[in-house]
């Protein structure tokens, strides 16, 4: 599949997840997972690094959502909190299989492709869109150094300026959009759209 179809298609998975309940959400995050061989272990790696921020964000919701609290106990969660929090946890790592699909079938190489591709009609009209990819290609490549512990005490005490240093030459090779890629896009979009009926209807 073309870079541009897949970022695409990624980006209708993310809005798609955000309609979908828990049963259509895991359908499409072992979906995500199981279209291409390696993107299981770079989704383990992203829910390792996003553990904290599930964490907060499913005790947050489970304590501060209204409704009836377990064993009528003030101090515990109340069951609509917990349907919350945990419908918004399996979201965020339904979202993070497909960004896992997304560069498990390309890299970083094809996500910058794809990005350049999508933002190709945005610089006929005299857009930003090379600054965007070679800034984004900058902080993909900063991302994947290694810091030493407490590095991001430097960075937020210099405001966030974090020095990057600039490879001399990006290269992309963006292959040619075929009708493949057309018909791919549109198969999964009507894949989705299926989910989203699937969905309403339970």
């Not at 106990?73 to 997304?102: D, K, N």
């Not at 009609?121 to 800034?135: H, S, T």
């Amino acid at each position: 599949m073309h870079p541009s179809a897949r970022l695409a298609l990624w980006l209708l998975a993310v809005l798609a997840a955000q309609a979908l309940h828990i049963p259509t959400l895991l359908v499409l995050g072992a979906g995500a997972l199981l279209a291409t061989a390696g993107a299981l272990p770079l989704w383990l790696g992203y829910c390792r690094r996003a553990r904290w921020l599930l964490l907060t964000l499913w005790l947050v919701l489970a304590w501060h959502a209204p409704g009836e609290a377990w064993f009528e106990q003030a101090w515990l969660p109340t069951r609509e909190g917990v349907a919350l929090a945990s419908e918004q946890a399996i979201r965020l790592l339904t979202v993070l299989a497909c960004l896992a699909w997304v560069y498990a079938a390309g890299g970083r190489a094809g996500m910058l492709a794809g990005l350049w591709g999508l933002l190709a009609p945005w610089q006929r009209q005299g857009g930003a869109g090379e600054r965007l990819v070679v800034r984004l290609a900058l902080v993909l490549e900063h991302a994947q150094q290694a810091h030493p512990p407490g590095v991001w005490k430097e960075w937020l005490a210099a405001g966030g300026n974090i020095p990057l240093a600039a490879p001399p030459v990006l290269r992309l090779e963006v292959p040619r959009w075929g009708w493949r890629d057309s018909g791919g896009l549109l198969l999964a979009a009507l894949a989705l759209g299926s989910l989203l009926i699937v969905d309403g209807m339970l």
